[in-house]
């Protein structure tokens, strides 16, 4: 009898982007904070850098995709019928 294959282990997943975007505020309120230390503030910084890039990343995904169901629908309506 085969057993089934063992099953990858799944990639960890991505945050979400309203879970990221959230964050990003959070870090911006702390970095507004007068009474953060440099170094807490530089690793805020680097953090609110990161997630930013991820965020812009997002979005010019779900913007590519947007342009692919776009051209899709405008394919279909221009089919003769």
């Known amino acids: 009898m085969n057993s089934p ?3 990858k ?3 960890p ?6 879970r990221s975007l959230a964050r ?7 970095l507004e904070s007068p009474q953060l230390s440099l ?3 530089m690793k805020l910084f680097e953090e609110g850098v990161a997630l930013s890039r991820a965020c812009q990343k997002q979005l010019e995904e779900a913007e590519g995709r947007v342009e692919i169901l776009l051209k899709k629908g ?6 003769p019928r």
């Open 24 to 30: 990003l505020e959070e870090v911006v309120r702390c």
């Open 9 to 11: 282990p799944e990639p």
């Open 74 to 79: 405008l394919r279909a309506h221009s089919l």
């Open 39 to 41: 170094d807490d503030a």
């Open 13 to 18: 997943k991505k945050p979400d982007f309203e």
């Open 5 to 7: 294959a063992p099953k």
